[in-house]
């Protein structure tokens, strides 16, 4: 028979070779495997490619040289009217890095809507110091891409006429 002293020990002994076998079996468990590396992707390429947005802006007209290009035939309908030529604005308000200033805009086949101040049912015809809405597309890089070498392009879609505002009677 044992005595106590010796079971003790030989507790020890199996707690402890115990112990030893969990701490081997756990330790490959915890490792991660090697994964092998990403492609290196070009990141900057794709981060500044050249973007196309939508751009607002508006001002007091210029000059004007518009020739009708589509719809013509049914002038009753003026949604499928298409126009071609230029237009000079002052532009005074713009969103998305369109430019300020005056600005002659190209029109290949884009819409443009008239105003009608009398109501007589004729397009007026838009005179310098008429209100011009402009609405297209303009091409932009990214803010921390590299811009040597790169100029804007602006696609204009729709063109608005409004007659100058009348002043007000001072009295």
Request: proline letters at 8%.
């Amino acid at each position: 028979m044992r005595t106590s002293h010796e079971r003790t020990i030989s507790m020890r002994k199996i707690a402890l070779s115990s112990i030893a076998v969990a701490v081997a079996v756990a330790v490959p468990a915890q490792a991660k495997p090697v994964k092998p590396p990403k492609p290196v992707k070009p990141a900057a390429a794709k981060k500044c490619a050249v973007k196309s947005v939508g751009f607002n802006a508006r001002g007091i007209l210029v000059a004007q040289a518009l020739t009708q290009t589509a719809g013509a035939a049914t002038p009753a309908d003026r949604g499928d009217d298409r126009f071609s030529g230029t237009v000079t604005v002052t532009v005074t308000k713009a969103n998305h890095g369109a430019p300020r200033g005056e600005q002659t805009y190209t029109l290949d086949n884009d819409r443009v809507r008239y105003s009608d101040a009398n109501g007589d049912g004729t397009a007026d015809q838009p005179a310098a110091g008429d209100r011009v809405k402009i609405g297209g597309k303009i091409t932009r890089l990214a803010k921390k891409c590299d811009r040597t070498g790169f100029t804007p392009t602006v696609s204009v879609r729709k063109v608005d006429f409004k007659p100058a505002p009348v002043p007000a009677p001072v009295s």
